[in-house]
């Protein structure tokens, strides 16, 4: 089983920072298209970023375009989510998430097949 293990969430203030990080393990890191899902207090879960291996393609949904940055480091088995000026909206575990995808063509926003156990992020106003 790969396991996903993400960090980085925490409380801040509306207009701050964090950056999530997510180590994989169990797998080949490069051949995975690897994302982001966020679950809010009341709410459904909600896409929030995917990137595939080689770092070609990466989608955001609408509300964090601008605001969020997807990246990941395949030497080191770590994907990222820079979150820049984070709104109470923002608010929710984040999951990361990973699907194997070797040809990078896979649907970014798909569900995906594995998923780390969720970091808290907090955003107070």
């Known amino acids: 089983q790969v396991r996903l293990v993400e960090s980085g969430g925490g409380l801040v203030q509306a207009g701050a920072s964090l950056r999530l990080s997510c180590v994989a393990s169990e797998l080949t890191f490069r051949s995975y298209t690897m994302g982001w899902f966020r679950q809010a207090p009341g709410k459904e879960r909600e896409f929030v970023a995917a990137?595939?291996?080689?770092?070609?393609?990466?989608d955001y949904v609408d509300s964090v375009k601008g605001r969020f940055t997807i990246s990941r480091e395949n030497a080191k088995n770590t994907l990222y989510l820079q979150m820049n000026m984070l709104k109470p909206e923002d608010t929710a575990v984040y999951y990361c998430?990973?699907?194997?995808?070797?040809?990078?063509?896979?649907?970014?926003?798909?569900?995906?097949?594995?998923w780390g156990q969720g970091t808290q992020v907090t955003v107070s106003s």
């Open positions: 990137i595939t291996w080689s770092g070609r393609s990466t």
């Open positions: 998430v990973a699907d194997y995808d070797p040809y990078g063509t896979r649907p970014l926003r798909a569900t995906y097949d594995y």
